[in-house]
């Protein structure tokens, strides 16, 4: 039973260019959160989505960044024109449900480097 | 603002000991706080929850206890070992956030043999 799948799980751009950052839920879960990660800090909540739906952006910058969780295939993160800010590790989490308790099973990230 | 927040940013032990790693916390909403592990280059790791209407839970060698009164959360590990050695963050969940949790600083644990 795999768990939650992230690629590539590092990435290294310039600055300028786009980065796509993948996700694939655990089976069976089809709600999706990312998490964004800097340097020795906590994770700080972005996106929520469910298939083809965004139920929470609250913690999206509002330009570059984008998200979508299509009816097939991975969700996707998108950072356009990167900025050596964006730099971090992002993770994504998935759980089977909405509400709580709501346990989040994590990916184990993809480490974005802006040069 | 609101906030979920550690009181140490590293503790040290003997392999063997028992470690406690505090957490405070600002929102008196918050319903369920949830307890992660997090070990180098890895996505966190659920350990242990609580839903706010509990003082106390535990799990196999972990203890989660909850202290509403002075907002104040605390993961102990009985008989730490060298696995143990990883940042451990607190989060916390609110209905009426939706399903996002809002994670503290962390807490860098290291096991000495």
């Known amino acids: 039973n795999a768990g939650v799948m992230q690629n590539p799980r590092h990435l290294v751009r310039r600055r300028g260019q786009e980065a796509r950052l993948r996700c694939s839920p655990m089976?069976?879960?089809?709600?999706v959160y990312w998490y964004r990660q800097l340097p020795e800090e906590g994770l700080k909540f972005m996106v929520y989505l469910q298939k083809e739906n965004i139920i929470d952006e609250s913690g999206m910058p509002k330009e570059r960044f984008s998200a979508e969780f299509p009816k097939e295939g991975p969700s996707i993160l998108r950072i356009q024109q990167v900025v050596r800010g964006d730099s971090a590790a992002y993770f994504c989490?998935?759980?089977?449900?909405?509400?709580?308790?709501?346990?989040?099973?994590f990916g184990p990230g993809t480490r974005l480097t802006v040069l | 603002g609101e906030s979920v927040g550690l009181h140490l940013p590293t503790l040290s032990v003997q392999e063997g000991d028992n470690s406690i790693i505090n957490c405070a916390y600002s929102?008196?909403?918050?319903?369920?706080f949830i307890w992660y592990k997090q070990e180098s280059g890895k996505g966190p790791q659920f350990i242990i929850d609580?839903?706010?209407?509990?003082d106390k839970r535990q799990g196999q060698r972990v203890t989660v206890l909850l202290n509403k009164t002075v907002k104040h959360l605390s993961l102990q590990i009985a008989a730490t070992q060298p696995g143990d050695s990883a940042v451990y963050f607190c989060?916390?969940?609110?209905?009426?956030?939706?399903?996002?949790?809002?994670f503290g600083e962390g807490t860098q644990l290291t096991v000495n043999p």
């Open positions: 609580i839903r706010s209407n509990m």
């Open positions: 929102n008196s909403a918050s319903d369920y």
């Open positions: 989490a998935s759980s089977p449900y909405w509400g709580l308790p709501n346990e989040q099973f």
């Open positions: 089976k069976g879960h089809s709600h």
């Open positions: 989060a916390e969940n609110r209905e009426t956030s939706g399903s996002r949790l809002t």
